[in-house]
């Protein structure tokens, strides 16, 4: 069971602050969640391997170069975003850099 | 012209036959925009601009007698996860309301190129995450065949648009079931093609081992003219395999006399509504006129995929969204005095309550402690489900089963319990776990005048077999009294 304290640290690696509401809510929709989540553990999945991602159920062609190698590619310079297109969107800067609140009290 | 009943196919042989121009075409669209979509909602933002200057330059092709692309001045709407160049892209979230894209997705720089007329970018529910369209950050989409029900979702503006003829065909993303539900719930045609089909770069991300971006359509055939377009691999995408695609419009048309249909008792069961299995039952019996085998098979792990599916999912998902924080794009709050301050205040204040909910959820699962009971139990869990698949498809060539357990339910029906809103998506979840390509053709509507979807799943990369399949049982099930 998820418990208040449980909540709150969560949110905490989150980064959110969540108002009481909120986390009241949480809490209930959580643990009905995470009830159901435990069905998983009608299964015995011992020697069973985790599966991250697809690419490794329907294999992939070889090559010389070796498995995934057309993920690869030379390492040449190719045009990338210019500076005023990267920080046309910024909440605050100054032209240069991405501004925020001041990081290192003295 | 009545442009609602223009497909891909009869929009592009219009223009190069010069019944219309592409820009009174798009001006036509535009209109029908104006006039119907204030009661649907579809649509977040229109690029009339960018829209028109498409246009104009199809027609000069066409002035000049020049070969057209293959979708040549075809009307389109992009789900507003994509990244649209110059053109606001919210992913239909607060905390990237005023986030204007720096660049172009490459499904949708290879629509353009391929002649396709961008009209906008369509409402979908937050980050696409939802069954019902109702987490939109901006306002609800409203099922065109019946206005008190949801279009499903989470690509639900990009169903509604084709349903309403306001978009020939559009763009939309599959995380658990994100086209094929909202198609089966709107009485269109979509495509969820293999992971790794088609590029994911300019996606804004949800679950990345999950999301497959995929068109919507009216019918069989423009899925694959759409198809066509966005396949194959992408520098950009190192997760796109380098893997030739067919030409799919070969497969368009070829009978179905001797292929293997499945289909998993696990996905009739008692929780199916009677008028789907009624309307899916009878689009296998077409098959089997049409001339393939039906296959009885068993899929067993299916009970465990929408609890698998809610660990994986939410876990990449909280990953990928602690970018949002209000740093170089998108909302910041102010007040906030410390950093860590300004980031909290931020993400309070632009995501909504199911974004939160799952954010929580995934970091839950991931964190100290619980990793291995939940985030790589589930995975195990998903080795199986995937098994599941590939063991099905030595015996049979495609799956078939309704894409959702009813038709689509009314506006605020489910808004207050997650895990019902979750269970909408139980026979779509599985696909997107194993990567496998599905599509969901319209078939038959209940008695209320709801449309149902018939789901054919197909083996990685063989999206010329579910064409072909979709379109056999799209023409047996529209040519039935």
Known sequence: MVSDKDVSYVADLAHLDLTSEERARMLRDLNSILAYIDRLNQLDTANIEPMAQVASRYGEPKDKAGEFSYALRADELSPCLPREGALRNAPVSDGTFFKVPKVIER | ?481
């Open chain 2, 1 to 481: 012209m009545e442009i609602d009943l223009l497909t891909v196919e009869s929009a592009r042989t219009a223009i190069l036959e010069k019944q219309i121009s592409a820009s009174a075409l798009v001006g036509s669209f535009y209109q029908r925009i104006e006039a119907e979509d204030a009661a649907i909602g579809a649509y977040l933002t229109l690029c009339k601009e960018r829209a028109y200057k498409q246009a104009a330059h199809i027609d000069a092709l066409a002035d000049k007698g020049d070969d057209l692309p293959p979708l040549a001045g075809v009307p389109i709407a992009i789900k507003d996860v994509f990244t649209t160049r110059d053109v606001p892209t919210t992913a239909g979230s607060k905390i990237l309301q005023n986030f204007v894209a720096p660049y172009d997705a490459t499904v949708v720089s290879r629509l353009e190129s391929a002649g396709a007329i961008i009209l906008g970018k369509t409402n979908c529910d937050e980050f696409a995450m939802g069954s019902s369209n109702e987490n939109s950050g901006f306002y609800p989409v409203r099922n065109p065949v019946d206005h008190t029900r949801v279009p499903g979702g989470s690509s639900g503006g990009s169903a509604a648009a084709v349903a309403a003829g306001t978009a020939v065909a559009s763009l939309g993303s599959d995380t658990g079931g994100s086209i094929r539900q909202p198609a089966a719930f709107c009485g269109v045609v979509g495509l969820m093609p293999t992971y790794g089909r088609v590029s994911r770069y300019g996606l804004i991300a949800f679950a990345s081992s999950l999301d497959h971006p995929g068109p919507f359509a009216k019918t069989v055939q423009d899925i694959a003219l759409m198809l066509q377009a966005i396949a194959g691999h992408d520098p950009f995408d190192s997760t796109t395999a380098d893997i030739a695609v067919p030409n799919y419009g070969d497969y368009i048309g070829r009978p179905v006399t001797g292929l293997k249909v499945g289909v998993p008792a696990e996905y009739f069961d008692e929780g199916l509504d009677g008028e789907v299995r009624a309307a899916v039952e009878l689009g296998i019996q077409e098959l089997k006129n049409a001339g393939a085998e039906i296959v009885s098979i068993s899929l067993p792990h299916t009970p465990y995929a929408i609890p698998t599916y809610y660990v994986v999912a939410t876990a990449e998902a909280s990953s990928n969204l602690a970018r949002y924080d209000g740093v170089r794009y998108g909302l910041r709050a102010s007040g906030g005095k410390s950093l860590a301050e300004m980031y909290r205040r931020t993400r309070d204040t632009g995501f909504g309550a199911e974004v939160k909910r799952r954010i929580m959820l995934g970091t839950y699962v991931l964190s100290a402690g619980y990793y291995d009971a939940y985030y790589l139990k589930a995975q195990r869990v998903r080795s199986l489900l995937s098994r599941d698949f590939d063991q099905a498809f030595t015996k049979v060539d495609v799956i078939v089963t309704p894409t959702t357990p009813t038709p689509a339910f009314k506006l605020g029906e489910k808004t207050d319990d997650p895990l019902a809103m979750y269970l909408a998506d139980i026979f779509t979840v599985t696909a997107d776990l194993a990567g496998v390509p599905g599509i969901s053709i319209p078939c038959g509507k209940s008695k209320e005048g709801l449309p149902i979807g018939m789901q054919i799943l197909g083996r990685h990369f063989d999206e010329a077999t579910l064409l072909q399949v979709a379109h056999v049982a799209e023409h047996a099930l529209a040519a039935r009294p």
